[in-house]
Nanobody, 122 residues
Framework: QVQLEESGGGSVQAGGSLRLSCPAS?????MGWFRQAPGKQREGVAS???????TYAPSVKGRFIISKDVAKNTLDLEMNTLEPDDTGMYYC???????????????????WGQGIQVTVSS
């Protein structure tokens, strides 16, 4: 059974940084981070597969870094140079197997966390 719970959210001023974490294990397989702003659809932010290949949304590429910490068994999302448009509920997701054909598509993921709020003020 895969259970996901996000940690590390909060409020920050534009230009600041936050780090999100979520538990990871061999059972979780490919994993990703998604976000949803009020009135908008859930969108893929970043993904990492079983070979540690990463995929990023164009809006966060160069600012966010997704990684797996093997020692801590966590999936992390380091978010730098945050902008007000980064505000939203952030979700950790897991596919359950290592390969994923569409890394930033929500339907590809089986397991989801409850979400954690990230607020960036200008």
């Amino acid at each position: 059974q895969v259970q996901l719970e996000e940690s590390g959210g909060g409020s920050v001023q534009a230009g600041g940084s936050l780090r999100l974490s979520c538990p990871a294990s061999p059972l979780t397989g490919a994993m990703g981070w998604f976000r949803q702003a009020p009135g908008k659809q859930r969108e893929g932010v970043a993904s990492i597969d079983g070979l540690s290949r990463t995929t990023y949304a164009p809006s966060v590429k160069g600012r966010f870094i997704i990684s797996k910490d093997v020692a801590k068994n966590t999936l992390d999302l380091e978010m730098n140079t945050l902008e007000p448009d980064d505000t939203g509920m952030y979700y950790c997701a897991a596919r359950g197997i290592q390969w994923i054909p569409r890394p930033l598509t929500p339907d590809e993921y089986t397991y989801w966390g409850q979400g954690i709020q990230v607020t960036v003020s200008s």
